[in-house]
């Protein structure tokens, strides 16, 4: 349990880590345009990237750095492509909103609301009828719930019983903590999100994203599910925002995190404070196990430290990778390199 518990720990904070250095360098003007982060909801990416195999697809949205990183990306390579350098992914050209790695089954970013639902429903059924044992995972936010690529994709996934797991991350804000310029969350008359795939017959449930165990017992279940039924479930993973993430811009608010904060320090920000000890999943768990004797505090900063080396290493590799060259702005853009 120790090594295990010490590789979820590692994961974790290497997403952590990550999005803090993606803010750092945004606030630096390192590149241009928005980016989402995927701060407190690690666990997730991670409990469920530790069921899939080789031959399994993944499908995400514009916060997709988590499940790029727990699926095995490289973040030097990661970051080089958000800033726009030839040592990226996709030679910088497809920053952040289109970020994919063919080569670990996540063949497309959509930075379209519920844009990849359609894409990861029609993946899973062409799995089907290669006759492949590979499943689909589609993640996706609330805000998809509004769209009607939506409502087609689950449909036809229930009809066609096909081998997808739903993943919506709901982290919407409560109206009450909404302010004017932030950005709204979904809008659905349903009491609750899983009525709406449990009325097209798909299984659904739901659960606490800051609890990564409940996290790895429902994604070792279900992802079991899809791969021995081939058909569709639906799963809910109710996230609070983390505060530097409820602003149009991520921002961090109390610096990086300390692994401090999971025991008796805690930072100054009140609201932030609160999120910590109630919605943190990395922090949180790491208290759990530490509590439990199946972690020490000394191991996980030794972790912690090499991560924060190789997020620094990522760091150098990105900004003192090349630029592209001009000549290479139709390559990969049309049939064999050049306009029909």
């Not at 803090?20 to 928005?34: K, M, N, T």
């Not at 920000?269 to 530490?290: F, G, H, K």
């Not at 090499?306 to 997020?311: L, P, Q």
């Amino acid at each position: 349990m120790a090594n295990s518990a010490t590789r979820r720990i590692e994961s974790m904070l290497r997403i952590r880590r990550f999005e803090e250095q993606l803010v750092r360098l945004s606030q630096a003007g390192a590149f241009p345009g928005h980016y989402h982060v995927y701060i407190g909801q690690e666990a997730t990416a991670v409990t469920v990237c530790e069921n899939l195999t080789r031959e399994d697809m993944i499908f995400t949205t514009w916060r997709n750095h988590g499940h790029l990183l727990a699926r095995g990306a490289r973040p030097d390579r990661m970051l080089a492509e958000i800033l726009g350098r030839a040592g990226g992914y996709a030679g910088g050209k497809s920053g952040t909103l289109h970020l994919s790695v063919m080569e670990l089954g996540m063949p497309a970013t959509s930075a379209m609301v519920g844009g990849a639902l359609p894409l990861a429903t029609g993946a899973a059924l062409g799995l089907k009828q290669q006759g492949s044992s590979g499943i689909v995972v589609a993640f996706f936010g609330d805000a998809a719930l509004d769209e009607g690529a939506f409502y087609e994709a689950i449909n036809l996934a229930a009809v066609w019983k096909v081998p997808i797991l739903y993943v919506c991350e709901n982290n919407s804000i409560p109206p009450e903590k909404r302010k004017r310029g932030q950005f709204p969350s979904s809008t659905l008359a349903a009491a609750q999100l899983v009525d709406v795939p449990r009325a097209l017959q798909i299984q659904s449930e739901v659960v606490d994203g800051a609890d990564a165990d409940s996290l790895s017992e429902c994604f070792r279940r279900l992802v079991a599910e899809v791969r021995a039924t081939g058909s569709p479930r639906f799963v809910e993973v109710r996230c609070t925002r983390w505060p530097g993430n409820v602003l149009v811009w991520p921002d961090l608010p109390c610096g990086e995190s300390s692994l401090d904060w999971a025991f008796a320090s805690k930072p100054e920000l009140p609201e932030l404070a609160a999120w910590v000890q109630t919605s943190d999943p990395l922090l949180l768990y790491l208290r759990r196990l530490v509590d439990a004797g199946q972690l020490s505090r000394e191991v996980a900063a030794a972790t912690d430290a090499r991560v924060r080396e190789e997020m620094a290493a990522a760091v150098r590799f990105a900004e003192t990778s090349p630029w592209p060259d001009a000549a290479e702005a139709t390559t990969d853009v049309f049939a064999q390199g050049s306009r029909p």
